[in-house]
């Protein structure tokens, strides 16, 4: 219980995390890349931001020409709602407009739209935002919120961290484009390898299992003791590993083919010394498939199904693999080839640590090691494409 609410209160944390302006540019310059039109005569809505010092407004709002964007939408969630509270103050942006509202301020979430040149200094830009108070708190569940969201064209942000899994599911249910920041573990969610195995959504462009580091509010203590940056573009950061951009918007890296040597020589001149020297790769005791512990060592000329690491997904090209499913308990792809017993579990746990317990064989991969079974990390089931003439 205790440990339930200190991940609560962390994660609360993170849900104050902003994106840096470079990391929004990279990744949407690679859409552009791709294809040019992306954002013509869209209507882009921005959900869980802060508009006021969002660089996802700044950046959309001031590229809102070259875009050709027909509407960009941004909102932002109460204070009073956000479950970390840091200390509040209202801009002077927002208190020397005429529409403040003391009470509002905390309680309603705000709406910033961009349309027209307002300014009439003869171009749309970040100048050009018109804001006003939502009705409500700005919650991405609310009605007003989701009549937004069926609006628009494009959803982009960075949701917030705790509720990610909500969030997606919200997405996905509008069959709308998006561009999102998660976690990457999200990848082996229900609500999501459905999508990426159907190649329906993928990972994003750029910064894959780098660790992406986000502005923290002022008052943001850090509490891991590992000697990262704390400072950039003169502004407070804290490092968040394991995050990556999730996105159904093409871009040119996932078309690029991985290039492989074939079995033999993968088993003679490997850099991993996991597999050079071996006879052959693992073949797992409850799948048909071999093992492959690292992207680089798939062999080129293997026919069969193959368990890779699901960082694998960042250089997944779907002309040259398929996505079969993936190691797990559910076995949702019926792919198992056995099911072990409790008592078999039992056995395994025994066999590996020498106590009692319960080795949980049917969660993952399993290959038998020196007579002992052993689980492999979590791997995606994947198999070359079949040529075509
Ligand atoms: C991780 S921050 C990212 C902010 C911004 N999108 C960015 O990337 O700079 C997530 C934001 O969502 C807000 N938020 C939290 N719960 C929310 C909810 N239920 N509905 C809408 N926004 C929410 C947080 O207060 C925070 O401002």
Redesign the pocket.
Known sequence: MANSKLTNARNAK??????QYHDIQKEIEAYLEFNPNVFNSKTVL?????PEW???TKFFAQNFERFGLKKLIST??APES??YRSKYEPTLFEVNDPQFDEYKTVKNGKIFTLTRDKSGDGKIDVNDLEWKYLNGD????SKEIIKLRDESDIII?????S?FRDFLAWVVQAEKQFVL?GNMNAITYKELFPSIKKNKVWLGATNFNKGMYFKVPNDFVYTDSYNFERVQNGEKVNRVPGVCWFTNIDHGRRHQHLPLMSLIDNLKFSKHKEIKGKDSYDRYENYDAIDVSFTDAIPNDYEGVMGVPITFLDKYSPEQFEIVGMCENEDLYKLKTKVYTTAECKQAYFDKFHKMGTYDLNASGVVLRDGILEKVYQRVLIKHKKKTT
């Open positions: 993170n849900d104050e995390f902003y994106t921005l959900p869980c931001d802060d969002s660089n996802f932002s969630y956000k479950l700005g919650d991405f569940k942000t960075n949701p917030p961290f509720l920041i």
